[in-house]
């Protein structure tokens, strides 16, 4: 039990999918896990531990942005020994081939600052994911016809942002979207030894405007779940 997640020894799985709205996670906890069971609701934050095929896994929130995130991936590496941790959640498109409900594998990660930026001072470091998590991943999503992007992705200290000139830049440079945990996620997996990913739906578009309606986001958010869960447990 720590400060912000009540879950007793032995009830946060090893594996821990990451989306950023509690709800959302209690949603796919009850969609995609047999007999999952809630192990945390500290300040409304829910954590739900179940098995998918066999496998221990923990579905729990993390809020939005990359201090919510970096609090709650920071008890579960330090106080839960959570080895694997994958980011599910929501992106803004910035390249024209990426479309409403592809799904990106975020690469690597840029940002303008992080909750880790103070530890590396005058180093640019270059945070990425897992190797074999990203290639897993990628194999998943193919191999169920799901159209995926592989690269490098954004994460903003912002949501409603006001610097078009860096989304221009950034877009240039080939990100392929925009987003708010995954850099911290693979700053502490990188500094702990942890399997880290993010597989992000496209939820909208910040070059044409497009949005996926609220009604389709529930299918097109279980593929992202159900790729997160094979490259898991892949092999």
């Not at 709800?23 to 531990?49: C, H, K, S």
């Amino acid at each position: 039990m720590t400060v912000h997640i009540g879950a007793k020894p032995g009830d946060i799985a090893p594996t821990v999918l990451m989306p950023g709205d509690p709800y959302r996670a209690r949603w796919a906890a009850e969609t995609f896990l047999d007999a999952p069971r809630l192990v945390n609701e500290v300040r409304g934050m829910l954590g739900y531990t179940g098995t998918w095929q066999g496998h221990p896994v923990t579905i729990h929130g993390s809020g939005m942005g990359m201090p919510s995130f970096s609090i709650y991936a920071n008890e579960l590496i330090r106080d839960y020994d959570v080895q694997t941790l994958i980011r599910v959640g929501s992106a803004g498109a910035m390249q024209p081939r990426v479309q409403i409900r592809d799904v990106v594998l975020a690469m690597s990660c840029s940002s303008l600052s992080t909750p880790s930026t103070g530890i590396f001072r005058d180093l640019n470091f270059a945070p990425c994911a897992d190797f074999d998590l990203l290639c897993a991943a990628r194999q998943v999503a193919r191999d169920k016809g799901i159209t995926v992007h592989v690269g490098n992705v954004y994460s903003s200290d912002v949501f409603y942002d006001e610097r078009p000139d860096l989304n221009e830049i950034m877009t240039r440079h080939g990100v392929l979207a925009v987003e708010m945990e995954a850099a911290e996620l693979y700053n502490l997996c990188a500094r702990h030894g942890r399997r880290g990913l993010a597989v992000l739906t496209i939820s909208d578009h910040l070059q044409t405007g497009a949005a996926l309606p609220s009604a389709d986001r529930e299918r097109s958010f279980g593929e992202m779940i159900e790729i997160a869960l094979g490259a898991a447990f892949a092999g």
